[in-house]
């Protein structure tokens, strides 16, 4: 009887191997790039799906007017103060939605009236307050933000160089994929302090005539318009052409880059988000970037709006309106949403020199970058999602593929060829790898 019992166990083990078993990609590197490597163009390190941009500094003439725009008040407090809000910023949830609040209450009021007996009108009362009670101590308590003055100081001290960093590297990106694509407006809602407006600067000043900030804080846009003065009022602007408004423009007009950082978050539910969304691809030309926090709760506002922007065009297929030109290599759905994993990246950053730590800080960021009109350019490359593991003699990649899937690959030389092996040990989490990976059940890698 044992003999038979084992024979069964390892039929079954047999069994369930074989049904696990999962298909091995089939891994070709880049015809391009596998000539340019071998005519020694570049290195593989250098391959053109890397993010080089390293450590990024704000602009010196920033840094002089952010100090010379704090020079009245304690620095020293600022500081302490901003890290304060950082954090309360990076420890948020989404806002619950009303019909989210509306059951959970009423779920309270019928577990507890069963154990109370209401008779009277003060008693109803009490009731009422205890639900009310236990309603706030059960559901996430969301506010937005007021930025006033002091808070303002606090937003542009602890958050503006990793803000201009995050945006400056995702720019970076369009130029590099983009490099014929000269825009001549700009348009960024929720605009804060102006790092946005810094980074559109560093690469298209010469090219873009016209800058529409919007920010419902009047503190901010004084504020920001203050940088631009270099720190001083009544002195010459840094940047022409830039218009602050507390409001979105009535006017019907388009613009070549729209911008949202760290501004749908501060919308109070589903309803108000996806209407600014709207709007602001009605505004955009080319290019909408919009940008979130790296923690679960920012990735799923900025996947509430890739999908919302992507369902425009499944109700028009007789064109496309958009697709999705980073960080996806597709338009399906997000497999991060599977795992419950945010799809976030890492941006390094110079922090202001006031404070006690000034060596080089990272950042989590979540984001999307929407392009109109149909796919025209190589986006079939797969963007790595997660830390390259470089061992011996061989580098795991975890990627996000033109399938909508999660795919991880262990690149050896042996096995995939110098080429693609030291493209794949060089690069790492966020740049896109120049490989296509096909589904072989019968390859190897």
């Not at 003055?149 to 990106?173: A, D, M, T, V, W």
């Not at 830039?242 to 911008?259: E, G, I, K, S, T």
């Not at 009109?373 to 580098?395: E, F, Y």
């Amino acid at each position: 009887m044992k003999r038979v019992i084992l024979k069964l166990t390892a039929a079954n083990r047999s069994y369930s191997t074989n049904t696990l078993k999962k298909p091995k990609p089939v891994v070709t590197l880049d015809t391009k790039v596998t000539d340019e490597l071998t005519n020694e163009v570049y290195k593989p390190r250098q391959h053109p799906g890397t993010d080089r941009s390293g450590v990024i500094a704000l602009p010196s003439w920033t840094v002089s007017a952010i100090l010379k725009s704090v020079k009245d008040h304690s620095v020293k407090v600022l500081y302490r103060d901003s890290q304060v809000l950082s954090r309360y910023l990076k420890g948020r949830h989404m806002p619950p939605e009303e019909n989210q609040i509306k059951y959970k209450r009423q779920l309270i009021a019928d577990k507890l009236i069963q154990k109370i007996d209401i008779k009277d009108e003060e008693q109803f009362k009490k009731f009422e307050n205890k639900v009310e009670k236990l309603l706030k101590s059960q559901v996430y308590q969301w506010q937005p933000v007021v930025y006033d003055n002091n808070k303002s100081l606090q937003y542009l001290i602890g958050r503006s160089p990793q803000e201009y960093s995050i945006i400056l590297r995702i720019f970076n990106e369009i130029k590099k994929r983009d490099p014929d694509f000269q825009p001549r407006s700009y348009f960024d809602f929720g605009s804060g302090v102006g790092s946005g407006l810094w980074a559109a600067a560093e690469l298209w000043k010469d090219s873009i005539f016209e800058y529409f900030m919007v920010d419902v804080s009047r503190e901010m846009n004084d504020l920001a318009e203050l940088i631009l003065q270099g720190g001083e009022e009544n002195k010459g602007k840094q940047l022409k052409n830039v218009n602050f408004r507390q409001f979105l423009p009535a006017a019907d007009v388009a613009f070549d880059v729209v911008v949202s950082a760290y501004s749908l978050f501060e919308l109070p539910d589903t309803q108000s988000r996806l209407e600014a969304v709207l709007n602001l691809w009605n505004k955009c030309d080319r290019y909408l970037v919009i940008v979130e926090q790296g923690t679960m709760a920012g990735f799923k506002v900025i996947n509430e709006a890739r999908d919302f922007i992507l369902h425009l065009n499944n109700k028009d297929k007789s064109e496309s309106i958009g697709h999705v030109f980073a960080p996806c290599p597709h338009n399906m759905t997000c497999p991060r949403l599977l795992d419950k994993t945010p799809c976030n990246f890492v941006s390094s950053y110079r922090p202001l020199p006031i404070g006690i730590d000034q060596a080089q800080q990272k950042e989590m960021y979540s984001y999307v970058v929407l392009k109109k009109g149909p796919i025209n350019d190589n986006n079939t490359w797969p963007r790595i999602v997660r830390p390259t593991l470089v061992r011996s003699k061989h580098a795991i990649c975890r990627m996000c593929t033109k399938d909508g899937t999660l795919d991880e690959v262990i690149f050896s030389q042996a096995k995939h060829g110098k080429f693609s092996y030291r493209c794949a040990k060089s690069s790492d989490w966020g740049d896109r790898l120049p490989i296509d990976i096909q589904k072989n059940a019968d390859s190897d890698i």
